[in-house]
C-alpha cells in the first residue's frame, strides 16, 4: 500500500490518496481539502479523475494546439497517474509516501505542528536513509511526551 499526501502551496494538508497492488483504494480529505477539493474528489469514483491533455498538429507549416480534457477511472491502471497530474494542474503539492513511512505521518499529525513544519518533518523523513528512521521514532515519542505535560509557570 502506498500513499499520496496532498497539501496546497500554503503547506496546508488537503488530503491523502491510498493506493495498494489493484490501484485505487480511497481518497480522504481534511477539512480544508474537502472546502477546496471536496467536489472534484467526489467525482473520481462517478466521471473519473479529469486530467487536462493537449493535442498537436501540424497543418501547412502551423503548429495547432488542441487543449482537452480525459477521465481515468478509479480502477484504471493509469489512475494514480492521473490524480498525480490533477494534483499538479490544481496547483498542490505531493509527497509519495510508502506503506512502511506511514506510521510516521500518523505519528506527525498528532503533534501541534504548523502546516509547513508537518510538510518539511514528512520530506525529512521520507529521504532519511533507512537507519536513521530509529532516531526518527525516538524523537518523535520524545516530542509527544513534552506535548502531553502541563505547562508550570
Known amino acids: ?14 488530503g491523502e490518496v491510498l493506493f495498494d497492488e489493484q490501484g485505487f483504494v480511497r481518497a480522504s480529505l481534511s477539512p480544508h481539502g474537502e472546502k ?3 467536489q472534484d474528489v467526489a467525482s473520481w469514483r462517478t ?8 493535442a498537436e ?5 502551423e503548429k495547432k494546439i488542441t487543449v482537452y480534457v480525459e477521465h481515468h477511472q478509479t480502477r484504471s491502471p493509469k489512475c494514480e497517474q492521473a490524480i ?10 505531493i509527497l509519495d509516501v510508502p506503506e512502511r513511512l506511514l506510521s510516521y505521518w500518523h505519528k506527525l499529525t498528532r503533534l501541534s505542528l504548523e502546516p509547513e513544519e508537518l510538510y518539511s518533518s514528512m520530506v525529512a523523513i ?6 536513521y528512521l530509529s532516531a526518527w521514532d525516538k524523537a518523535l515519542d520524545q516530542v509527544r511526551m513534552v506535548m502531553r505535560k502541563p505547562v508550570t509557570v
Open 36 to 38: 477546496t477539493h471536496g
Open 57 to 61: 498538429e501540424k497543418t501547412s507549416g
Open 126 to 131: 521520507k529521504r532519511a536513509p533507512h537507519r
Open 47 to 54: 466521471t473519473g479523475v479529469a486530467v487536462r491533455t493537449h
Open 1 to 14: 500500500m502506498s500513499s499520496l499526501l496532498l497539501f496546497d502551496a500554503s503547506f496546508f494538508f488537503v
Open 84 to 93: 498525480k497530474w490533477w494534483a499538479v494542474d490544481h496547483g498542490l503539492l
